[in-house]
C-alpha cells in the first residue's frame, strides 16, 4: 500500500510526520467508506477494521470530518484508546481520503510529567509564601497569620498541644485564638498600632495559664511583622516531664493577679457604668426643683416693690441666692451632658450652618457676660465658610470655650472669637487675653474629664466639667482641638475642621 500512496501524501508524510515508524493509514473513498489500511489498527482502536465500514461509525470522534474542502485537518492528542493519545493527520487526494495515525503517548506523558512538576513547584512556593515559619511546631509554636478582614488563620503544621484544645477544629484545622485563650485581648491593646505599622519587629507578651486536655499550660505569646504579614506565635513552655518549681509557682503568681485585675476591670466598668447613669437621672431630675427656686428668685428680685420691703442685706443675700442657683443650674446642666456623653447617649444631627451663623449666636450668648466685665469680643472672619456640624452640640462648644475666656480674662480686657483657612482646613479659634496656664497643666488639659474648678479673675467658681464635654462633642465630629497657653500671655483654643466638613 505504501507503493500506492499518492505524491501528495507521501510529501505529507515526509514534510509534516517525523518520524513515521508505527504508522496506521488508512483509505477512506469520499463517503469516507474504508477501502485499505496499512499498519497495525490494534495499536490505536479499539474495535476492528472491515472495509466498506463508514470510519466515523469506527472512529465517533470523525463524525461529520468528511468531506471536506481544505487539503488537509489534523486533530491533536485524540485518545481513541486507553492509555493511547494520538495525533490524526487527514490529506485528501483526487477524491480519496488518507487517515494517518501519529502515537503521541509518549509525548503526553513527558507534558504530564511536566505540568506536574510545574504544580508541585507552585504549590511549593505557595506554601512557602503563606508560611515562612516551618516546622516552628518542633519547637511547641502554634502560628497564626492575622488576615486583612480581621480574624486570625490557623497555619499548617500544628502542635500537639493544640489539637488538644477543645476549640480546636480536627476537620478544618482552625481555631479562634481570642475565643480560646481570652488573655489575647489584653495583649492586643498593649501592642496598640504595632501590627499596623508593618515594620519588621516583634512584641512578646506576659506569661499566662491555661488548663484543657487534663493539663496545665503556661502560655506566651509573640505579636511579629514580617514581609508585610502580621503573624501570631502562641507558645506552651511546659512539656510533658518538664517541672521547675519555682518557675511554674511564679506562673501561678502571674495568673492569679491577671484573674483578679481582670475582675476588678470587669467591676470597674460596670460601676463607671453605674456611676453615669445615675449623674444623668440625677441631673435630670434635679433641673426642675433648681429652676422652680430660680424662679421664684428671679420673680422677687425684679419686682421693686417687693425688693423695698427687704433691708440690704437681705436684698444682697437675694441676688447671692440667685448667683448661687444659676451656677447650680449651669452645673448640673453640664453634669447632665456629660453624663449622657459618657454613655454615649446621643446622636450627631449634622447639618450645614455659616460660620457667621454660628459665630452670631455664640456672640450674643456671650455678650451678657462680657459686659459684666466691660470685656470687648472680637469677631473675625477670613471666609465665610459653611460647615458640616450638629449645630446644638457645637454651639455648646464655643458657649463653653468663650464663658471660660471671660472667667479668666480681666475686666477691661479682649476677647477674640476668629475663623482661620488653611491648606483646605479650617480652624476656629478662641483667644483670650487673660492669666493663661503653665505648659504641664496645657499638656494634660484634656487627659481627664473631670478637672478641678479653678476660680476666674473676677471670682467666677466653674463646674470642672466644660472641657470633658468640649472634647467629647469635638471627638464625636471627627475634629481635632489643641490649646496654646503661656502665663501671663493668654490662652488660645483651636478646633480644625477637616475640608471634608467643609462646603
Known amino acids: 500500500m505504501l507503493n500506492e500512496l499518492p505524491i501528495q501524501v507521501t510529501d505529507y508524510l515526509l514534510n509534516k510526520i517525523n518520524p513515521f515508524t508505527g504508522l496506521l493509514i488508512l483509505r477512506l473513498n469520499n463517503k469516507g467508506v474504508i477501502d485499505k489500511w496499512k499498519g497495525n489498527p490494534k495499536d490505536y482502536l479499539c474495535n476492528e477494521i472491515k472495509k466498506g465500514v463508514r470510519v466515523d461509525e469506527l472512529i465517533p470522534a470523525l463524525t461529520g470530518l468528511i468531506p471536506f474542502d481544505s487539503e488537509s485537518i489534523k486533530l491533536t492528542r485524540l485518545q481513541l484508546k486507553d492509555d493511547k493519545y494520538t495525533d490524526v493527520h487527514i490529506v485528501k487526494d483526487n477524491g ?11 509525548e503526553v ?43 486570625f488563620c490557623l497555619l499548617p503544621n500544628v502542635p500537639e498541644w493544640l489539637k488538644k484544645h477543645p476549640l480546636y477544629n480536627t476537620k478544618t484545622n482552625e481555631l479562634d485564638p481570642v475565643k480560646a485563650f481570652p488573655f489575647l485581648e489584653v495583649f492586643f491593646v498593649e501592642i496598640g498600632n504595632f501590627w499596623k505599622d508593618y515594620e519588621e519587629n516583634y512584641i512578646v ?19 511579629v511583622n514580617f514581609n508585610e504579614e502580621n503573624y501570631l506565635f502562641i507558645k506552651s513552655f511546659i512539656r510533658e516531664g518538664v517541672e521547675e518549681q519555682n518557675l511554674l509557682q511564679a506562673f501561678r503568681d502571674s495568673a492569679l493577679a491577671f484573674d483578679k485585675l481582670a475582675k476588678a476591670e470587669k467591676k470597674l466598668k460596670e460601676l463607671l457604668v453605674y456611676k453615669n447613669k445615675f449623674n ?7 433641673r426642675a426643683p433648681i429652676a422652680a427656686v430660680l424662679g421664684v428668685v428671679d420673680l422677687i428680685s425684679s419686682d421693686e416693690d417687693e425688693l423695698n420691703k427687704l433691708n440690704e442685706g437681705y436684698r444682697e443675700l437675694l441676688l447671692s441666692i440667685k448667683d448661687e442657683m444659676l451656677r447650680l443650674l449651669d452645673y448640673n446642666d453640664k453634669l447632665y451632658h456629660w453624663a449622657n456623653l ?37 469677631v473675625e472672619i477670613a471666609e465665610d465658610k459653611i460647615i458640616k456640624v450638629d449645630k446644638t452640640l457645637f454651639l455648646q462648644v464655643l458657649n463653653n470655650l468663650l464663658s471660660n475666656a471671660v472667667k479668666f480674662t480681666p ?38 474629664s473631670l478637672r478641678g474648678t479653678t476660680v476666674g479673675t473676677s471670682g467666677e467658681k466653674g463646674t470642672g466639667l466644660g472641657l470633658g464635654i468640649i472634647k467629647k462633642v469635638v471627638d464625636a465630629h471627627g475634629f481635632a482641638i489643641t490649646a496654646s497657653s503661656k502665663p501671663g500671655k493668654g490662652t488660645t483654643f483651636s478646633i480644625e475642621i477637616p475640608g471634608t466638613s467643609v462646603v
Request: aromatic residues 10%; proline residues 1%.
Open 96 to 106: 480519496n481520503y488518507w487517515i494517518i495515525f501519529v502515537d503521541q503517548t509518549k
Open 109 to 151: 506523558d513527558k507534558l504530564k510529567d511536566l505540568l506536574q512538576n510545574m504544580n508541585e513547584r507552585e504549590l511549593h512556593e505557595k506554601d512557602a509564601y503563606e508560611n515562612p515559619f516551618k516546622n516552628v511546631d518542633r519547637l511547641n509554636f502554634a502560628t497564626f497569620r492575622k488576615e486583612k478582614q480581621n480574624g
Open 205 to 223: 507578651s506576659e506569661t499566662w495559664s491555661e488548663t484543657f486536655g487534663g493539663k496545665d499550660h503556661y502560655m506566651r505569646a509573640f505579636a
Open 280 to 286: 444623668s437621672i440625677i441631673s435630670h431630675d434635679l
Open 342 to 378: 459618657e454613655l454615649g447617649n446621643f446622636n450627631l444631627e449634622i447639618q450645614e450652618v455659616s460660620v457667621s451663623e454660628i459665630f452670631e449666636i455664640a456672640g450674643n450668648t456671650a455678650k451678657g457676660k462680657c459686659d459684666e466685665k466691660n470685656i470687648k469680643l472680637q
Open 411 to 448: 475686666e477691661g480686657n479682649d476677647i477674640t472669637l476668629s475663623e482661620v483657612v488653611n491648606d483646605g482646613k479650617l480652624f476656629i479659634n478662641v483667644h483670650d487675653t487673660g492669666i493663661g496656664m503653665k505648659e504641664d497643666v496645657v499638656k494634660n488639659l484634656f487627659e481627664d
